[in-house]
């Protein structure tokens, strides 16, 4: 890769990058602590599974295409604590030790890394992506850092292979927006959560020009609620003090009925 692609990467994502349609095969260099033996990739996908084809849009929403993972420097780049004030939303998940915890859409593991510092080695992270590339270079991440309680693992676009009820918290940073098949991907992420566990969606606030990101890559809280809503999450709490992002966090509810709005009552003819 050359140095710059991760810059170039940086202002699509900001000023409207085409996703993985769009990008050109990128060899991944070999990475520096090549010598350290990185964790196994869990790459069990079931080879014979069909998935549907991918809706444009969800609920009156684009769908945004994947990040590609030559744009993973991105994700890293040395602003991104200042500008998203990544520190503050780990510390407003308030993970306990001990803890099961998914990053999904991990990307090349910027929070997996501090999620398995708070979890510590009584806990465990499940790294989940659709792409490979991504978690190769997690797994080179970890493995510089000599951290051994994650499990990363590749996902599809309608099942990122949880175990059921076995997960406290369930994060996506910057990724729900993506997700292809969010219908199946709400269904599965609910099925894997512990009674009381959360999901928890960071999203750029679609609401506020201020955030220089481009609206394909933002969400509306009521545009989240929508979609959560009648899958069967609950919004349990909002932290709003992040400088781009919505940071929102579900509990698992009965969903609602059809025809029902999530947060009215059901119509007077309707029973
Ligand atoms: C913008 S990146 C964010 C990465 C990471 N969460 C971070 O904040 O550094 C979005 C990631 O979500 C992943 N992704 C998209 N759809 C996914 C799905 N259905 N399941 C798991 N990962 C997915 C992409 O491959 C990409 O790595």
Redesign the pocket.
Known sequence: MKPSTHIVWGLM?MAGFSGTAGAQAVVAPPHPAADKKPPAVDMAVDPTATIPPAATHFMGREISQ??H?TG?PW??RESRQREEDCRLLLESLAIRPGQTVC?????????TVELAKRVGPRGLVYA????PE?LRMLAHRLADEGIANVRPVL????D?RLPRGAVDIVL????YH????PEE?LARIRESLKDGGQLVL?EFRGEDPAVPIKPL?KMTKAQVRAELEPAGFGLAREFDRLPWQHLLFFEARPAAAPGIQPGLSAPPNSQ
């Open positions: 994502l994947t990040m993972y993973a994700l890293v990053d999904m859409g991990c990307g090349n593991g910027f929070y989940v992506d659709v792409q991504m996902g599809t676009a309608v990122p996506c940073v910057d990724v993506e997700f292809s098949h991907m960071a890559h």
